[in-house]
DNA sequence: CCCTGATTCGC
DNA sequence: GCGAATCAGG
């Protein structure tokens, strides 16, 4: 079986989807396993994490020259834990969900002043409380890192919603496919309790329709289904 | 054993 | 250029 321009866009495709040389040749057919691999080298396409390169003595060697080893040194203050990069969603207390409501982002200079809890609480010796069965892993004291960053002024609507963005509060509905440049999630708040917009959970959640009503399914990328 | 990707080398 | 054979880690 040749290369032929189509099969090798479909190989690169499916390689950079991340699929494996095996399901690879299955989906193109007429090939092995082997015969992918070596078109994909040979088109330059490359390197997904491989099982076989993690062990290298002079990658190791090189690894750790671009480390730059700190000399030991013991006594020498720590300056303080990396910020947060990633708006992922901060472990924050939810104070009470009363409404369905959205808190828009509460913009920043927000002290979040905690009312003290009135709670029953038993006192050892020294003055400190014992903690109680649900109090067991509660704290999480290592400095809560808030954001000070300016709020984005319009969620991230405006932009693209990334991956590394989705949270419970944002509709991951996605747009596009995998792999293509422009994907990403459409981003707008959820129906409260979906983890979709309202327009998106009107797609995800239909009613069933009678057999002649229904429109086909649009086809699916490969050929569908792969029947094994 | 199975799987994976990388590499080699005769064709 | 091609891919079977081989290697080597998970």
């Not at 691999?37 to 330059?44: F, M, S, V, W």
């Not at 924050?92 to 969900?97: E, G, K, S, Y």
């Not at 369905?100 to 905690?114: H, V």
Request: hydrophobic share 35%; aromatic share 4%; glycine share 8%.
């Amino acid at each position: 079986m040749a290369w032929t321009d189509e099969r090798i866009n479909q190989l690169k495709t499916m390689w950079e989807q991340g699929m494996t040389a095996s399901q690879i040749a299955e989906e193109l057919g007429g090939v092995s396993r082997n015969a992918v691999i070596g078109k994909a080298h040979r088109l330059g396409l490359q390197s997904r994490p491989s099982p076989v390169k993690a062990n290298d003595s002079e990658a190791k060697a090189e690894e750790r020259r671009a480390a730059a080893p700190p000399p030991p040194r013991a006594a020498e203050p720590v300056p303080a834990p990396v910020p947060v990069p990633v708006p992922a969603a901060a472990p924050r207390p939810a104070p009470a969900t009363t409404a369905a409501a959205a808190e828009p982002q509460s913009p920043p200079a927000e002290a979040a002043p905690r009312p003290a809890e009135p709670a029953m609480r038993s006192v050892g010796p020294g003055g400190f409380l014992r903690q109680g069965p649900g109090d067991q892993q509660a704290p999480i004291p290592p400095a809560p890192p808030r954001r000070l960053v300016p709020a984005k002024p319009s969620a991230d609507i405006a932009g693209k919603t990334s991956l590394l963005e989705l949270n419970d509060r944002i509709c991951k509905w996605p747009l596009g496919h995998p792999g293509e440049p422009d994907f990403h999630f459409c981003g707008v708040q959820v129906n409260p309790g979906f983890p979709y917009c309202v327009e998106h959970c009107g797609q995800a959640y239909q009613a069933q329709l009678p057999r002649r009503d229904r429109r086909p399914p649009p086809p699916l990328p490969f050929g569908g289904p792969r029947v094994r």
